[in-house]
Nanobody, 124 residues
Framework: VQLQASGGGLVQAGGSLRLSCAASGRTLRTYNVGWFRQAPGKEREFVARINGGGSRTDYTDSVKGRFTISRDNAKDTVYLQMNSLKPEDTAVYYC??????????????????WGQGTQVTVSS
């Protein structure tokens, strides 16, 4: 499966963005999907994840209550709605996927397919 992340941009603190992760090559419904981010000089970190059916979600503490992950399997797309953005949310955001039959969690090495990343910049 190929993943294409989009929707990043420049926004002021307190603003919102919606990232999209579109799949091609295979239907996304059989894949669990996660969002990660990497700020300059920092390691890639987990942001949120959602299972194939969309019934289970998980968030890192710093985004709980502000970010929402969702998916539309009819469109083979996963979304990350980001509200109340803060300057510390500035990073390149990546979506990643692993087929549902394999173990899956918050670690980068638990994902097999990655999108190219989309830049999110939050100004103060």
């Amino acid at each position: 499966v190929q993943l294409q992340a989009s929707g990043g941009g420049l926004v002021q603190a307190g603003g919102s963005l919606r990232l999209s992760c579109a799949a091609s090559g295979r239907t996304l419904r059989t894949y669990n999907v996660g969002w990660f981010r990497q700020a300059p000089g920092k390691e890639r970190e987990f942001v949120a994840r959602i299972n194939g059916g969309g019934s289970r979600t998980d968030y890192t503490d710093s985004v709980k209550g502000r970010f929402t992950i969702s998916r539309d399997n009819a469109k083979d797309t996963v979304y990350l709605q980001m509200n109340s953005l803060k300057p510390e949310d500035t990073a390149v955001y990546y979506c990643a996927a692993r087929i549902w039959t394999r173990t899956w969690g918050r670690e980068s090495n638990e994902y097999d397919y990655w999108g190219q990343g989309t830049q999110v910049t939050v100004s103060s």
